[in-house]
């Protein structure tokens, strides 16, 4: 049985993962609250294996190993330090960031080589480039979208943008955070207009 590709990401109501400099503050100006945290912290037990861009593994590697992040939220960053990676790179060529294999060249038929290995579920986290490159070759299996009641509008770059063709959806699960954050899981079914 093939594991499953699964990407988790934060985006505004407009679909976008970040401003158009690559900003995304937005994600952390909501309050917290005890339920979002425990869902945080949750995530990160729920185990599998952890898939990043580039730019996203850089800025994980510099939080996530340090006293600050232990100190933070020691749950996650247990977690976080201690689960298998895989960083997807086209420059990088080395990843000081414990229990972590770069995936060179091109992420498409790397991932889904990694796919077809027995092992645990692999979790994209954030690594929006990566995964609006992989959403169009079919490789995500889910969609795991917290929606952040934020719009960006022109200055927000597309989690989506790269489906010329579009793509049917079916909700799986959500919920909803006191903070106002809102899980919304789906499961891709094909591309628009495919019988």
Known sequence: M????????MVTL???????????SWTH?????????????GNADS???LVFGRVTYQMMASWWPTPAAAQNEPAVAERMNALPK??????????????????????????RALKSEPGAD????????????????????????VIVPVVLGRRGRSLFGGFAAGMDLRLARSRRFGNGNMLLCYEPQGRVGDP
């Open 122 to 145: 692999l979790v994209i986290l954030g690594s929006g480039e990566l995964v609006a490159s992989l959403g169009p070759a079919g490789l995500i299996d889910e969609y795991q979208l």
């Open 47 to 49: 185990g599998g294996e």
């Open 29 to 41: 100006r909501r309050e917290r609250d005890a339920e979002w945290d425990a869902f945080v912290q």
């Open 14 to 24: 407009d679909g976008c993962y970040a401003s158009t400099d690559g900003d995304f």
């Open 86 to 111: 895989f960083v997807c790179s086209r420059t990088l060529r080395e990843a000081a960031w414990n229990n972590t294999a770069v995936l060179e060249g091109d992420a498409i038929p790397r991932l």
């Open 2 to 9: 093939m594991r499953r590709l699964i990407a988790f990401d």
